[in-house]
């Protein structure tokens, strides 16, 4: 099945800092999804981006489907950025979802 | 407010029990989903169904049952076969599987 890699797993920032979160897919895709899990839990759809470039406030991904991959940047951190950024594409059936391991964001004031 | 409910947020169970987990959207969604999440790994995917009275079995499908008796209502049995049922489970909606998926707030379950 298709395999989906997010790099780094964890990183570090201090308020302010800007980042970037790789996400690596093994084969074409029609969907792809980055998420943020907060610390109680809660998963809330950031993008959908199977291709092309969308921005949302200090957010911002891009997708370039035929390198198979996708980033998205997060600019001027903040504490409420902290949590688990996921990656998600559909299956080879298309019918689901399938995520990265994510990536997991510390901003410390 | 529309959006999706699960309950109970937590669960303890003993070994050798069935639990069922529940799971509502009034979001009008034909696609809903469960996925299965452990402490510091993405989500995998355990049951989805695309339609009423279907579903398909997903990368971790053993020892869970599903059913989609109402467009609304996708519960989640996790059986006694589910050898390490502890785990964070979420419960997520779309109106089809190449449109934005939302998910609930989860549902903690432990063996005690």
């Known amino acids: 099945g298709i395999q989906v890699e997010q790099s780094p797993p964890d990183l570090i920032l201090q308020e302010g800092a800007n980042s970037t979160l790789r996400c690596n897919f093994s084969?074409?895709?029609?969907?792809l999804q980055w998420f943020h899990q907060n610390p109680w839990g809660q998963l809330i759809n950031l993008f959908y981006i199977p291709s092309g470039t969308k921005q949302n406030g200090r957010l911002s991904a891009t997708t370039v489907a035929t390198e198979r991959y996708s980033l998205l940047y997060i600019s001027s951190s903040q504490t409420t950025d902290s949590g688990v950024y996921f990656c998600a594409v559909d299956n080879q059936a298309g019918t689901a979802l399938i995520f990265g391991k994510g990536t997991t964001l510390s901003v410390s004031s | 407010d529309g959006g999706i409910t699960q309950s109970p947020k937590y669960l303890f169970r003993k070994e050798g029990q069935n639990v069922t987990l529940s799971c509502e959207q009034n979001?009008?969604?034909?696609?809903m989903y469960w996925y299965r999440q452990d402490p510091g790994q993405g989500l995998r995917l355990i049951y989805y169904s695309q339609i009423v009275n279907d579903f398909q079995k997903g990368d971790i499908a053993e020892g869970y049952s599903v059913s989609r008796e109402k467009k609304e209502s996708f519960p989640l049995t996790v059986t006694s076969a589910q050898k390490n049922p502890t785990a964070f489970y979420l419960c997520a909606s779309s109106i089809s599987p190449q449109f934005t998926i939302y998910f609930g707030e989860g549902s903690w379950l432990t063996v005690v």
């Open positions: 084969d074409s895709v029609n969907n």
């Open positions: 979001l009008n969604h034909d696609a």
